[in-house]
């Protein structure tokens, strides 16, 4: 049914899938992984997967937060996503909060954290942590590897 047209009275108005309210904890394998596969389908949200190899910390835990669920509408072939908030532990022990699009079938086996105080701690981190934007500008980084 077009979007212009009203429901007819009948129907409930469409729900859309609940978000996943879950942390993520990803290795750096991982998450090379995802920046890659964002790249190959062409989503939105993504870095440059040289920089990641460059930069994320080779030993690091970086996590995934679920904010929002994205369409391409211009790529209807590729299925929607999980825009998810991305902090990344950087090789100097630095932190930096990025956006990455995540396929929901890629996201659900990745590893849940289950500590509250993990969650509660990545969650200030995020709200404080530079975006990879701000730090390279603070620290006169050329976004090339």
């Not at 998450?31 to 870095?47: C, I, K, P, T, V």
């Not at 930096?96 to 699009?101: A, F, G, K, M, Y």
């Not at 509660?120 to 701000?134: D, F, K, N, T, W």
Request: aromatic residues 6%.
């Amino acid at each position: 049914m077009p979007f212009d047209q009203p429901l007819p009275r009948d129907q409930p108005l469409p729900r859309e899938e609940p978000l996943p309210r879950e942390l993520k904890a990803i290795d750096s394998a991982s998450l090379f992984r995802l920046e890659e596969r964002a790249g190959d389908l062409g989503l939105s949200q993504r870095l440059e997967p040289t920089w990641v190899r460059a930069n994320a910390a080779p030993d690091g835990t970086h996590y995934l937060w679920p904010a929002l669920w994205h369409s391409l509408s211009h790529l209807p072939h590729v299925p929607r996503q999980l825009r998810c908030e991305l902090l990344i532990t950087l090789r100097a022990g630095d932190r930096v909060r990025s956006l990455l699009d995540v396929l929901p079938d890629d996201f659900a086996p990745l590893l849940r954290v289950t500590s509250r105080e993990e969650g509660l701690e990545v969650g200030q981190i995020l709200e404080r942590a530079p975006s990879v934007g701000e730090w390279l500008s603070r620290n006169d980084a050329d976004p090339r590897p």
